[in-house]
């Protein structure tokens, strides 16, 4: 059975950090593509950032910068380190197993259960 948990989510001032960490189970590891999303109230779920099993990196352009995703394949876990966090930021962040077609992110049905993160201005 796959399991995907997050961890890390808080309340952190405008300009803190965080680090999220998205643990899988139940599947092999080295080679998974995995996305992080975000949704914030009233919005579309909206993909972060993304890694490939070589680990080749993409994110959405409002955390170009800001946010670094990265993966410890020995401890099945994806990382996404945070910084300058602004309130637009605020969101539940989800991760997701997913595929690159035409080299665009495309996930499949297998989500965590999210994680909060509250930026205050």
């Known amino acids: 059975q796959v399991q995907l948990v997050e961890s890390g989510g808080g309340l952190v001032q405008t300009g803190g950090s965080l680090r999220l960490s998205c643990a899988a189970s139940g599947i092999t590891f080295s080679s998974l593509v995995i996305g992080w999303y975000r949704q914030a109230p009233g919005k579309q779920r909206e993909l972060v950032a993304s890694?490939?099993?070589?680990?080749?990196?993409t994110y959405t352009d409002s955390v170009k910068g800001r946010f670094t995703i990265a993966r410890d394949n020995p401890n099945h876990t994806v990382y996404l380190q945070m910084n300058s966090l602004k309130p637009e930021d605020t969101a539940v962040y989800y991760c997701?197993?997913?595929?690159?077609?035409?080299?665009?992110?495309?996930?499949?049905?297998?989500w965590g259960q999210g994680t909060q993160v509250t930026v205050s201005s």
């Open positions: 890694i490939s099993g070589g680990g080749t990196t």
């Open positions: 997701n197993i997913g595929y690159f077609r035409n080299s665009a992110y495309s996930p499949l049905d297998y």
